[in-house]
């Protein structure tokens, strides 16, 4: 193989993280691009309208074909590799388990991109689980696959600071960016200048599992600081979920978007309503949620102080926790 030919790619990939990744490989001239493979297209929303992957959709709308694949490990999908004489199969949040047979095919090896220092936060979902815990930083881990669940090799890692304000959304952008822009440099390093993955050490903490509506159902007896890291842990979903009376008494689900810490009574219970006026502000197990951007039942995103309007709560009210049936 000539040192100074392009190295030849193909790339599975479904969810918004591989998007930046996709567009570096398409246009560095490092990297001969064989293929985009992705999940195959599912119905989405209310109407159930059959929709391409996030990382699909961007493919197409740059006029890049896309593979729909329903098994990775089918002998079909392993032959045509071997057709293109594939260097690097490169992963980036695809979504399927890839075996044996698929993982030895490629010339030089098989590369994820995860989300995460590894081996902190090996699985689902690294990103939430990050916010989650009050990380102050996080990165993205460039890697070699192995049977294990991201317990392979680790060619190199890049660091990001995590923001006061992120979200899992705005951080998966950020993540993205930063995969982005590091990720031919990787893949050449690897295949044409001979870099080497050092192994793991073994994982503090267990795998994280991927996340239910479960998860989100608040309860107003953990401290305000955990509720909010939540509120932006379970965004863009499930979305912490709380319950609170309409004018009828009847209790409604009502989605919580925003919210900070504040100061809160000592005195009070927790779920006790404190402030129902420019935001709704409730008493927690330590400290207060300040309530400020929801989505109520049966309606869309708005102003908590707009939803007080027409929805006003006594101060004093007990909210209960939300049920995890």
Not at 2 to 26: M, Q, T, W
Not at 37 to 65: E, F, M, N, W, Y
Not at 69 to 94: C, H, W, Y
Not at 298 to 304: S, Y
């Amino acid at each position: 193989m000539n040192n100074h030919e392009p190295v030849r790619i193909y790339f599975l990939g479904s969810g918004k993280l591989g998007r930046p990744v996709l567009d570096a490989l398409a246009t560095d001239s490092r990297v001969e691009l064989c293929g985009v493979g992705s999940q195959l297209d599912k119905p989405v929303g209310r109407k159930q309208i059959i929709t391409p992957t996030a990382l699909a959709c961007h493919a197409l709308s740059r006029g890049i074909p896309v593979d729909r694949l329903s098994s990775v490990n089918a002998e079909g999908f392993l032959a045509d590799l071997r057709e293109k004489q594939v260097e690097i199969l490169l992963v980036v949040a695809f979504g399927q388990l890839l075996k044996e047979p698929l993982l030895a095919l490629p010339s030089c090896c098989c590369l994820n991109v995860h989300a995460s220092l590894l081996p902190r936060y090996r699985g689902a979902c690294p990103i939430n689980s990050a916010i989650l815990n009050g990380d102050s930083e996080t990165g993205v881990t460039f890697m070699q696959m192995d049977k294990g669940l991201d317990t392979g090799a680790v060619y190199e890692t890049v660091k990001l600071p995590i923001l006061p304000d992120d979200d899992t959304e705005t951080l998966e952008a950020r993540l993205a960016v930063l995969a982005g822009q590091h990720i031919v440099d990787i893949c050449w390093k690897v295949a044409r200048e001979g870099l080497q993955a050092v192994p793991q050490t073994e994982a503090t903490m267990p795998s994280v599992r991927k996340i239910s509506k479960k998860d989100a159902c608040i309860d107003w007896h953990c401290e305000a600081e955990r509720l909010s890291r939540m509120v932006r842990a379970y965004i863009p979903w499930p979305h912490v979920r709380a319950l609170v009376p309409d004018p009828d008494g009847k209790l409604k689900q009502m989605q919580i978007l925003q919210a900070s810490v504040v100061e809160g009574d000592s005195a009070a219970r927790p779920g006790q309503i404190l402030e129902a006026k420019k935001a709704l502000t409730v008493a927690c197990g330590a400290g207060a949620l300040r309530i400020t951007q929801i989505i109520p039942e049966g309606k869309k995103e708005m102003d908590a102080a707009a939803f007080l309007r027409g929805n006003p709560l006594p101060l004093g009210t007990i909210l209960p926790d939300f049920p995890r049936l």
